[in-house]
């Protein structure tokens, strides 16, 4: 089998298929050999998981996951990767390159029609111009996923692990941490990558919670209500809370003291059960 992670061979596979970079669809390859096994490994596979993997590139880390799993399906938009996918992948059985925008997949049907009976994981180095974007659709849809490991970049690891009523915390954080427990694996440096991308790279883990970490009666208005708390951080959650969502601010206030928060607390400040009492007070 091919080195995938060797410069000369990524660049002679790509050459051979008449591939360049893509810069707008974030074509950063990795090229350094520890960090796919490393990510595979860190997925837990075994043979009655199916892993989805986005964004397979010349199949480095893919490569990885078919050794240890049942099966692949990989989700790759362009497709002039296509041809260099089978070449590098050739000698695998259990795995599928499926030539759709993540983001359009009805991962739903085609997780059942592939995957039915097994385990799904998700691990994949993702395209860093959607990063939140597929994280919340992949948890917001309420796959039958387990686990999603998948390489960011290291100021989105900060905020997509950080804790709820810390400093790095943000809507975000608490979309996350609703869905899924989060934790840092381990940093990539930005000359992992073919070509280099200007910001280094963290993996993550997000294990799927069985049951969201509050209840909440409307899922969107908690999650409306996260996003206007943290839309001007540097105002207090009252301001913000009421610029955001149009209430006035001594409504506000009352939902605060009601909710047995101080009128001058900031949303970095507030936990999962504050903003749940808040959403059930004020919306
Ligand atoms: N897995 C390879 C690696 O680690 O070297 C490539 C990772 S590269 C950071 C991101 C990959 O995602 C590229 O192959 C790119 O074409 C693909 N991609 C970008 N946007 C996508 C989308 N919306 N749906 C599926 N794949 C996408």
Do not use: W
């Not at 892993?51 to 990989?74: C, N, Q, W």
């Not at 938009?77 to 759709?100: C, G, H, Q, S, Y």
């Not at 999603?148 to 804790?163: F, G, N």
């Amino acid at each position: 089998m091919k080195n995938l992670s060797d410069i000369n061979v990524i660049k002679s596979v790509m050459g051979k298929h008449g591939v360049t970079f893509n810069k707008g669809l974030g074509q950063n390859f990795l090229v350094d050999p520890e960090v796919c096994p490393s990510m595979a490994e860190a997925a837990h596979l075994d043979e009655n998981t199916c892993v989805i993997e986005i964004g397979p590139g010349v199949g480095v880390l893919t490569a990885e996951l078919a050794k240890r799993a049942g099966k692949v399906l990989s989700f790759e938009v362009d497709k002039r990767l296509l041809p260099v996918l089978d070449e590098t992948l050739a000698e695998f059985d259990n795995v599928e390159i499926i030539n759709e925008d993540i983001m359009k997949a009805d991962l739903k049907t085609i997780i059942e029609e592939k995957c039915a009976g097994m385990e799904i994981a998700v691990c994949a180095n993702l395209p860093y111009y959607i990063t939140s974007s597929i994280i919340m659709l992949l948890l917001e849809s309420r796959l039958p996923i387990k686990a999603i490991t998948v390489m960011v970049q290291k100021e989105a690891a900060d905020r997509l692990c950080a804790e709820v009523g810390s400093r790095d915390g943000g809507a975000v954080t608490v979309a996350v941490s609703y869905y899924a427990e989060s934790e840092k694996l381990f940093f990539v440096p930005r000359d992992s990558f073919l070509p280099p991308p200007k910001v280094n790279s963290e993996v993550i883990r997000l294990t799927v919670r069985e049951a969201p970490a509050v209840s909440v009666f409307d899922e969107a208005k908690f999650f409306k209500l996260a996003k206007a708390a943290f839309s001007q951080r540097r105002k207090t959650a009252e301001n913000s809370i009421s610029s955001g969502l149009g209430i006035k601010k001594d409504v506000v206030a009352v939902a605060l003291e009601k909710a047995g928060l101080e009128r001058t607390v900031r949303a970095e400040k507030l936990t999962m059960e504050d903003f749940a009492r808040l959403t059930e007070i004020l919306l």
